[in-house]
């Protein structure tokens, strides 16, 4: 079956917008996790999702950004007023369930640059 | 808190030499361990894992709780065994099994 799918693929965005990026987990996979790729701090966990539930958003940088998930499925991770500083690849991983025993299926990430 | 350290950011062998890239975590918990790889223009997968015992692509590694280690082994490296590997760390004792990723290691294998 499709593996996890992310859009867009590249966004290029001028400061001070807003940007939506985009999951589909794979069918099935109650668990879905984002991650932020970044030359300065490597590959650092955002927040989880069980079902539409995200238990954990601590990992969220500031509170400019924020997630959400609808039908167990879909997800989009929301970043507002862009800053420079937010230029990454974006990560999503989802899993069939939470326990410690599951794998993390990634998606290709979106490459975000912040102009 | 949980962390990862992978104190190589490259690592350059010759086809045929022997590979070990280093993985040390800190965790007061039961810790599962994972090797993940990122091969040029893919995505990131996963490689193998501590519960696993498995040897992945003739790739092994060894979860050494008295020294807080999972070195990742391969007696002959391959061209293709050319990537990036991350080491990571998922609490089996938290909720929500969120990865902490050590800050990889890039494996050059020349020929």
Redesign the interface.
Known sequence: GAGVSQSPSNKVTEKGKDVELRCDPISGHTALYWYRQSLGQGLEFLIYFQGNSAPDKSGLPSDRFSAERTGGSVSTLTIQRTQQEDSAVYLCASSPGTSGQETQYFGPGTRLLVL | AQRVTQPEKLLSVFKGAPVELKCNYSYSG?P?LFW?VQYSRQ????LL?H?SRESIKGFTADLNKGETSFHLKKPFAQEEDSAMY?CAL???????????????TRLMVKP
């Open positions: 039961s599962e993940y995505r990131l997968q996963l894992r519960i991350y998922s609490g089996l004792d938290n909720a929500g099994n969120m990865l902490t990723f050590g800050g990889g």
